[in-house]
Every structure is written in structure tokens, then in C-alpha cells.
């Protein structure tokens, strides 16, 4: 039978199979039944910059208006703020700490940052509570017209390096494809000390009622076609880095899995697949690699893995090429 281990961050995992942060994994009976359908390991739902920082706004002006603060320097301002830092951080240490009491796979934070503040004292804690890597999904919005390229991408830098430079287990980088040179920006997060990067993350997309006019949300699941981008872009990354490549978004199958494997990639998250069809998949795409890897002849997955990257394929341009004329020129 096939070895189907494999190593990311430096941790050892069963399988590349790994849950990616969502509300599948916010609570321990989740994280529990996920363990028992033989998922590699998890990723904890995000712990929100963002969110934190807006609910310690929104308990100083509750307070203001009730005439609790009656200065901009009352120490009311200081207790109010730290006390929602707290408590959004003491809920997540906890559920690390009991995930480690109830699995044996590797349990990865994540946080989702938005900057590179404080809050990066955070990761300490989260180290000190046992879990086994962090995650950085980070977005720096791009909307700001005042910022520039540099400006928005040295905060990616700043925030690899404050964390690093605080604890000792492994990091990974979430991003997204948006940035003008997307090469570049993966090479100079390995350059800024991160352990790993994962590619790409999903965001809400706002879409349009024409009937009711007004806006609204799209599908907040992905498609299987969605896994384009990130295998494109796994295969040109492949022997351009040497730290790990995870790839998300579109995986739903056993097949997507083969395919990023075959790209570069050391694990493959999946959410929309196990949310569509329950944690039961997850056997059914590790059947299916299992069975792949046995009708190839592969005892384990490094024989094969990164075996059509773009420096490995026999068309180098098929990452790069990106319009259809080629293909579409002869019809009429």
C-alpha cells in the first residue's frame, strides 16, 4: 500500500490532505471528527486582527456615550482595549490546547492580519499554547489609492518578520494572487524568514441582485475550476523556492489533489469540498490517491511530486501562456 506521509513545515503529516481555516475547525468535536475521517491536519479557524480591533472601537465608544471616558487618556480607554484583546485570545488558546488533548495530527493556528501592530505578541501565546505552526493570512487592502506597490507588499515583510522573530515553531503565509509581481513577492516572503506559503487564499465577492437591485454576496464556496490559478501558479513557484508550497482553493476531489501534488505542492487544503459533502470526502479523495499511486507504480508521493512543475514539464509555457489565440486561431 502506498505511503501517502508527507512534510510540511518540518511536521510530519499521515497524508497531504489538510482542512483549511474555516468554520470547520472552530471547535473541538469538529476538529475530532475530521481527525477520524483521516484528514493530514488542520488549520484553526482565523483569529481576526481585524475583528478584535473592531470590537475594542466599538466597547470605547459604548463606554464614551454611557460617560465611562471622560478623557482621551482615562485608563478606561487601556482596560477596554485589552480586555477584548484578552478574551478573543484566551478563547483561542483554549481551543488549541484542547485540540492537542484530543488529536495526535499536527494542529496549525491561524491568524488573519491585517497589519503588522501589537497583536503579533499574540503569536507567543499561541506558540506557548502548543500548536504546532501558525498561519498568516494576510491581506493588505489594496483600495487605499494613496499607497503604493512597495508600501502595501513591505507590510507582507514586516509582519513575517516581527512574528519569526518571536517564536520558534514554523510559519506559512497565506496570500492572494493580487500583486504585480506575484513571483517576486513569493520569493521575498521566503526571504523574510516564513517556513512556507500557501496559495491562495478566498475572499467574499460582492455580486449583484438585477431583480431586487441591490448588492449582494456570490457563492461564498469554491468550484472545482477554481483550482486554476493556485496550480498554475504552484508549478512556476515549484524550484524557484525552496520552502514549502501549500495550494487552496478548488480542491474537491482526489484528482485535484493528484494535480497539485504533481505541480509542486507539499499539501492541498480543502473547506468548500467538505462543507458541500460532509468530512466523509476525505476518505473518499485519499481512496482515490491511494489508488492513482498503486495503478502508477508510486510507493510514496516524493516520486512523483513537483514531476510537472515548469522546470520539469516538457512545455515550459504552458504556466505562462495565457491567451487563447493559439488555440482559437483556426476557428472561423
Given at each position: 500500500?502506498?505511503?501517502?506521509?508527507?512534510?510540511?513545515?518540518?511536521?510530519?503529516?499521515?497524508?497531504?490532505?489538510?482542512?483549511?481555516?474555516?468554520?470547520?475547525?472552530?471547535?473541538?468535536?469538529?476538529?475530532?471528527?475530521?481527525?477520524?475521517?483521516?484528514?493530514?491536519?488542520?488549520?484553526?479557524?482565523?483569529?481576526?486582527?481585524?475583528?478584535?480591533?473592531?470590537?475594542?472601537?466599538?466597547?470605547?465608544?459604548?463606554?464614551?456615550?454611557?460617560?465611562?471616558?471622560?478623557?482621551?487618556?482615562?485608563?478606561t480607554l487601556d482596560y477596554i482595549d485589552v480586555h477584548v484583546k484578552e478574551k478573543e485570545l484566551g478563547n483561542y488558546i483554549e481551543l488549541i490546547r484542547e485540540a492537542k488533548n484530543k488529536v495526535s495530527i499536527p494542529v496549525i493556528a491561524s491568524i488573519n492580519a491585517i497589519?503588522?501592530?501589537?497583536?503579533?505578541?499574540?503569536?507567543?501565546?499561541?506558540?506557548?499554547?502548543?500548536?504546532?505552526?501558525?498561519?498568516?493570512?494576510?491581506?493588505?487592502?489594496?483600495?487605499?489609492?494613496?499607497?503604493?506597490?512597495?508600501?502595501?507588499?513591505?507590510?507582507?515583510?514586516?509582519?513575517?518578520?516581527?512574528?519569526?522573530?518571536?517564536?520558534?515553531?514554523?510559519?506559512?503565509?497565506?496570500?492572494?494572487?493580487?500583486?504585480?509581481?506575484?513571483?517576486?513577492?513569493?520569493?521575498?516572503?521566503?526571504?523574510?524568514?516564513?517556513?512556507?506559503?500557501?496559495?491562495?487564499?478566498?475572499?467574499?465577492?460582492?455580486?449583484?441582485?438585477?431583480?431586487?437591485?441591490?448588492?449582494?454576496?456570490?457563492?461564498?464556496?469554491?468550484?472545482?475550476?477554481?483550482?486554476?490559478t493556485s496550480l498554475r501558479w504552484i508549478a512556476i513557484m515549484a524550484k524557484q523556492v525552496k520552502f514549502d508550497l501549500g495550494a487552496s482553493t478548488g480542491i474537491h476531489d482526489g484528482a485535484a489533489v493528484i494535480k497539485q501534488l504533481l505541480a509542486g505542492a507539499k499539501v492541498t487544503q480543502v473547506t468548500s469540498a467538505i462543507y458541500k459533502k460532509g468530512p466523509e470526502i476525505i476518505v473518499d479523495m485519499l481512496n482515490f490517491v491511494n489508488d492513482w499511486m498503486e495503478q502508477k507504480g508510486y510507493n510514496y508521493i516524493d516520486q512523483f511530486r513537483g514531476k510537472l512543475s515548469q522546470s520539469e514539464t516538457a512545455d515550459h509555457n504552458v504556466y505562462e501562456r495565457i491567451q487563447f489565440m493559439k488555440y482559437f486561431s483556426e476557428y472561423k
Amino acid at each position: 500500500m502506498p505511503d501517502l506521509s508527507t512534510k510540511y513545515l518540518g511536521l510530519t503529516l499521515r497524508n497531504p490532505i489538510v482542512v483549511g481555516s474555516s468554520g470547520l475547525t472552530d471547535s473541538v468535536d469538529k476538529i475530532v471528527e475530521l481527525d477520524k475521517n483521516g484528514v493530514g491536519a488542520v488549520v484553526l479557524k482565523s483569529l481576526f486582527e481585524e475583528q478584535i480591533m473592531l470590537e475594542a472601537d466599538h466597547n470605547i465608544k459604548k463606554a464614551q456615550e454611557d460617560g465611562m471616558i471622560y478623557s482621551d487618556y482615562s485608563e478606561t480607554l487601556d482596560y477596554i482595549d485589552v480586555h477584548v484583546k484578552e478574551k478573543e485570545l484566551g478563547n483561542y488558546i483554549e481551543l488549541i490546547r484542547e485540540a492537542k488533548n484530543k488529536v495526535s495530527i499536527p494542529v496549525i493556528a491561524s491568524i488573519n492580519a491585517i497589519s503588522d501592530m501589537e497583536w503579533t505578541s499574540f503569536a507567543k501565546k499561541i506558540e506557548d499554547a502548543g500548536a504546532d505552526a501558525i498561519e498568516l493570512n494576510i491581506f493588505v487592502m489594496p483600495f487605499n489609492l494613496e499607497n503604493n506597490c512597495d508600501t502595501n507588499e513591505n507590510m507582507y515583510y514586516n509582519i513575517v518578520n516581527k512574528v519569526k522573530s518571536i517564536i520558534n515553531i514554523p510559519v506559512a503565509v497565506k496570500i492572494s494572487p493580487y500583486f504585480a509581481n506575484l513571483g517576486k513577492v513569493i520569493t521575498r516572503i521566503e526571504e523574510s524568514g516564513a517556513n512556507g506559503v500557501v496559495l491562495f487564499n478566498r475572499f467574499s465577492n460582492p455580486d449583484i441582485d438585477i431583480d431586487a437591485v441591490r448588492t449582494t454576496v456570490a457563492d461564498v464556496y469554491s468550484q472545482p475550476t477554481d483550482i486554476a490559478t493556485s496550480l498554475r501558479w504552484i508549478a512556476i513557484m515549484a524550484k524557484q523556492v525552496k520552502f514549502d508550497l501549500g495550494a487552496s482553493t478548488g480542491i474537491h476531489d482526489g484528482a485535484a489533489v493528484i494535480k497539485q501534488l504533481l505541480a509542486g505542492a507539499k499539501v492541498t487544503q480543502v473547506t468548500s469540498a467538505i462543507y458541500k459533502k460532509g468530512p466523509e470526502i476525505i476518505v473518499d479523495m485519499l481512496n482515490f490517491v491511494n489508488d492513482w499511486m498503486e495503478q502508477k507504480g508510486y510507493n510514496y508521493i516524493d516520486q512523483f511530486r513537483g514531476k510537472l512543475s515548469q522546470s520539469e514539464t516538457a512545455d515550459h509555457n504552458v504556466y505562462e501562456r495565457i491567451q487563447f489565440m493559439k488555440y482559437f486561431s483556426e476557428y472561423k
